[in-house]
């Protein structure tokens, strides 16, 4: 690995080897995100049932960052809540302080908690993190994100994309549903054409709350989906599959 590239890239072909995150754009350009958390493990199952909140839930996980994107209007920084310091920037463009976080029926949030807004094709609309000097084979990348009507495909929610075409995070892949909707996916593996071509078949559901993770381990990838629907009714999807060799 180039140590002058930055780059997310646990090598399949070494399940010793080592990645690390460099400047990364999180980015949600359609719609709102409410939480970002980086983390080098799953999420426990015991926090995401029924926690004092969710920022306690994830920070009792402990993140490698954890920003809540809940600042509000006027602000330029987006504060990273756990011990690390890893503020991120917000564009110029950014709608901060104007959409509220998923309070109902989602009780680990805060009344009226903000959220961040970003517009589709607007790359000043996202945050921008600094380098994060990651050096593990196992990350966790969740979030809660809410969709506008259709998003664009192979669109970054949590993206790094370096100079001289690589790339590696967790966003939106290439296939769409019939409501044009694409399905959750993600780039790894120094921009492997096996990773983001990988159709998830997990459509996020328009103007709807709903938590979003990608699970990176040294010889799988896991990603989540989980929402509560107009209905009421619980909706949780998982597809998993292996590292390439």
Request: aromatic residues 10%.
């Amino acid at each position: 690995m180039n140590p002058n590239n930055p780059t997310l890239v646990p090598s399949s072909r070494n399940s010793q080897a080592r990645s690390r995150l460099l400047p990364f754009t999180a980015s949600r350009a359609g719609k709102l995100a409410a939480c970002l958390i980086l983390g080098v493990a799953a999420l426990a199952p015991s926090a995401l049932s029924q926690p004092p909140s969710y920022a306690t839930a994830a920070l009792a996980d402990h993140p490698v960052a954890f920003w809540q994107l809940n600042e509000a209007t006027g602000a330029t920084t987006a504060i990273d809540s756990s011990p690390h310091g890893l503020n991120g920037t917000y564009g110029a463009t950014a709608i901060i302080g104007s959409a509220y976080a998923p309070y109902s029926p989602y009780l680990g949030f805060a009344n009226n908690q903000m959220a961040l807004e970003c517009t589709a094709g607007d790359l000043t609309s996202a945050v921008t993190l600094p380098a994060l000097s990651l050096d593990t084979n196992t990350v966790t990348i969740a979030m809660w994100i809410n969709p506008g009507a259709t998003e664009v495909t192979f669109t970054g929610l949590l993206m790094n994309r370096a100079a001289g075409g690589d790339a590696a995070g967790f966003g939106f892949g290439g296939t769409t549903n019939s409501a044009g909707m694409p399905a959750l996916g993600y780039t790894w593996n120094t921009n492997n054409a096996a990773t983001y071509n990988f159709n998830s078949a997990l459509f996020p559901v328009p103007y709807t709350w709903q938590f979003a993770a990608l699970v990176v381990q040294s010889n799988s990838a896991t990603i989540y989906l989980y929402y509560v629907d107009t209905l009421g009714n619980t909706n949780r999807f998982c597809i998993g599959r292996p590292r390439s060799k």
